[in-house]
């Protein structure tokens, strides 16, 4: 099997898993209680925080720990708002190609009376920063835009979007769960004032993540409880996730410049030997993209008959089409950067982790190659394309 | 449990009657606007009899499957008999569908009486 889905989730690190073992064996304290057994889950936690924040470039206390991405993307953007709320600023500046967590938090929102700018994204999802200082009025309480998108893994620029909302004195989110142990970030040089994150896109274990709120910045609770968190974030800590979450962290730090560069090279090998595909186009930008980011979109096919198809080959990827989403419209993302409807549907996205090797992404060439033909092959669409009753978009 | 039965995966793998019919006798051409999914669908009949069939789907797995089972299920079949089937029919051939892709099964028992339909057009106009 290549798995090639990274960006839907990650396998576990070795080093994560190791570091996880005591805690759900021997060392099952509750972090609240008072005496030594445990205390040393607690003690295990407040170092998890620190190798953290050593990894973000933040204080420890400045990280807070989550079920994952989507709760601290909840947590910062509906903080931001009742710190708005109060000052009488209800105003946010976001964008188009937000993931769910981000864009339904800010629905809500709008159903509580705030108002929302989603910024357009330009033909590669590049949100341009002069949009958002333009954008930016007196009542804007929150400027909040991915760090990369999970899609088309374009890389915003997000350290210039962070100046200037410092200087406009606007708080400024980012939901960096496609970023966090993948792009080198400092939250300090960044000017980021809140951050979301999960550990399984870094290799590290399902159900955890963390929030990065600069000093000052009041939570608000999502969980109300016991005093976990300094109050923040009630319930007992996922131990053994926290600690496996800061382990594979480290580990993805440590080893980002080797990795990076070896996915850059496979992922471009990759990106040039599908466009060898007749009428396909690379989603995203060439340049500012993550490192193991491929996103194509096939015209005359449909993207969930291309996965199942590479599934028969042993390849795992993922896709915009409408059929594989559960609702029938494909990709907000791929349509924000003007793929039209026909085109978003034939999409796919490959998302390689650091075990792919030159043969096997040799091999996705060639499967993707086979399949798109196979499919064109008895495709309604392809046949009035080919034969001129239709005009080839790409 | 996987997403689709075995008997989908199998016509979607192996779709049965694929292709274009030259000088089709009816030809229903139907899609899901909304969703993107296209079917085509040619006939070749016969003294009221569908001596022939062959589909070209743009579509997800069901869709794909669904007008594979569809062309089985009406092949060497009297026009009547291919006018009466249901997508419910065409779900059930394949052992049940997701509730979600329904739909898809919908187009299919469409595709057919719309090429039914472009049948008794053309005959008319002889």
New interface residues.
């Given amino acids: 099997m290549i798995y090639a889905d990274n960006a839907a989730t990650t396998k576990l690190s070795r080093t994560a898993l190791n570091a996880m073992l005591p805690f759900l064996e021997e060392l099952y304290g509750n972090p609240s209680s008072l005496y030594a057994f445990g205390q040393k889950a607690k003690d295990a936690v407040e170092l998890a925080r620190e190798n953290i924040a050593r990894c973000m470039g933040c204080s420890p206390r400045e990280i807070i720990f989550t079920s994952g991405g989507s709760e601290a993307d909840n947590q910062a953007i509906l903080s931001a708002a009742a710190i708005g709320r109060k000052r009488g600023k209800t105003h946010i500046i976001s964008d188009t190609i937000e993931h769910h967590a981000v864009l339904h938090t800010l629905k809500k929102l709008e159903k509580e009376g705030f108002e929302v700018t989603y910024l357009p994204v330009d033909k590669n999802g590049l949100v341009r920063a002069a949009d958002v200082a333009a954008a930016i009025k007196d009542s804007t309480c929150l400027v909040t835009i991915m760090y990369a998108n999970n899609e088309i893994g374009t890389i915003e620029p997000i350290k210039e979007i962070g100046e200037l909302c410092r200087k406009r004195g606007v708080l400024f989110h980012t939901d960096a769960v496609q970023a966090v142990g993948h792009l080198p970030i400092n939250v300090e040089n960044d000017n980021i004032d809140m951050l979301s994150a999960s550990a399984h896109k870094f290799h590290g274990p399902k159900g955890t993540g963390f929030l990065y709120a600069k000093k000052g910045v009041a939570l608000q609770n999502l969980i109300e409880g016991g005093a976990q968190e300094r109050g923040k974030r009630a319930g007992t800590e996922n131990v053994a996730g926290i600690v496996g979450m800061a382990a594979s962290l480290s580990e993805a730090v440590e080893n980002m410049e080797s990795t990076s560069k070896k996915l850059t090279a496979l992922r471009d090998r990759i990106i040039k030997g599908l466009s060898q595909i007749s009428h396909s186009a690379l989603n995203g930008d060439e340049r500012m993209r993550l490192p193991s980011n491929v996103n194509f979109c096939f015209e ?6 291309l996965l ?2 590479l599934d ?1 080959k042993g390849i795992c990827a993922s896709s915009g ?4 989403s ?1 609702s ?3 990709s907000h993302v791929l349509l924000s950067i003007g793929r039209v ?2 085109v978003a ?1 034939g999409s796919l996205r490959l998302s390689i982790g650091e075990d792919i090797t030159e043969e096997q992404a040799d091999y996705i060439i060639k499967a993707v190659g086979e399949v798109v033909s196979h499919l064109r ?7 009035d394309l080919i034969s001129g009753k239709r005009e080839f978009i790409l | 449990m996987a997403l689709y039965s075995e008997k989908v ?1 199998e016509h ?2 192996c ?1 049965r009657n ?3 019919i030259e000088n089709a006798d009816g030809i229903g ?1 139907v899609g ?1 606007a ?7 669908m040619y006939l070749k009949i016969d003294n009221d009899i569908i001596t022939d069939v062959k ?7 069901s ?2 499957a669904s007008s594979s089972m569809a062309t089985e299920l009406i092949k060497g079949k009297p026009v009547s008999e291919a006018l009466a089937l249901t997508n419910k029919a065409v779900a059930e051939a394949l052992d049940g569908l997701p509730e ?1 892709k329904m739909h898809c099964s919908v187009l299919a028992e469409e595709a057919i009486k719309n090429a039914i339909e472009d049948y008794y057009a053309k005959r008319k106009e002889k």
Avoid at chain 1, 300 to 305: P, Y
Avoid at chain 1, 321 to 324: D, E, L, N, Q, Y
């Fill in positions: 005359g096919i449909e993207g969930e008959s199942l198809l028969d089409s409408a059929c594989t559960g029938l419209d494909p409807h026909d549907h092959g008895f495709s309604p669409v392809w046949r | 995966m979607f793998r779709p694929v292709g274009v051409e899901n909304k969703c993107g999914d296209i079917m085509k589909f070209e789907t743009f579509g997800c797995g869709a794909i979600v």
